[in-house]
């Protein structure tokens, strides 16, 4: 009995073109799919002018120094209630431990990587210097932003890490 021997298949330059073309149509699809994914996942920006943030520096500095003045304290708790939603309930004193009257206040839930996910907390007041909001935010880690205003004016800032379960 005679094998038969197979002929190895010849390497033309067609066949090195076709594969040439499929190794970079496939390069530009998968760079196509990571591109999309990163610009539409975090777009980049931090500051909307970087100018203008700069300009506010020294009376956000000024800001933060009557504030250290005042000592005042915002006290609170960040939890969830049997509806599932975030509750925060906090209460703001002055140094003497009197409550803070006479006083309005935002609260967001700050996402740490992307603003899109940020969370506002609708806060009403209840009390002398206590405060009541809720908000349908999902677990993770959270920077709790609480501001306080009289008469318009953001009188005080308080900015927390919490983790919400």
């Not at 496939?26 to 002018?49: C, D, L, P, R, Y």
């Not at 933060?64 to 939890?79: P, S, V």
Request: net charge positive; hydrophobic share 45%; proline share 2%.
């Amino acid at each position: 009995m005679i094998a038969s021997v197979k002929k190895p298949r010849e390497v033309t330059g067609r066949a090195v073109l076709v594969w040439l073309v499929c190794f970079f149509g496939v390069v530009f699809v998968v760079n196509g799919v990571m591109i999309k994914a990163a610009t539409s996942t975090f777009g980049g920006v931090e500051t909307a002018s970087s100018y203008k943030a700069g300009l506010m520096f020294k009376q956000e500095i000024a800001a933060a120094e009557q504030q250290d003045e005042r000592h005042w304290k915002i006290d609170g708790t960040l939890k969830r209630n049997g509806a599932g939603e975030a509750v925060l309930d906090f209460t703001a004193r002055d140094a003497s431990g009197a409550p803070l009257t006479g006083l309005t206040a935002d609260a967001t839930l700050v996402h740490p990587a992307d603003a899109r996910l940020d969370h506002a907390i609708k806060v009403d007041r209840v009390g002398a210097g206590r405060f009541h909001g809720e908000s349908a935010a999902p677990r993770g880690q959270w920077e709790l932003l609480v501001d306080l205003y009289r008469d318009g004016d953001r009188v005080f800032r308080s900015r927390s890490r919490v983790s919400l379960q």
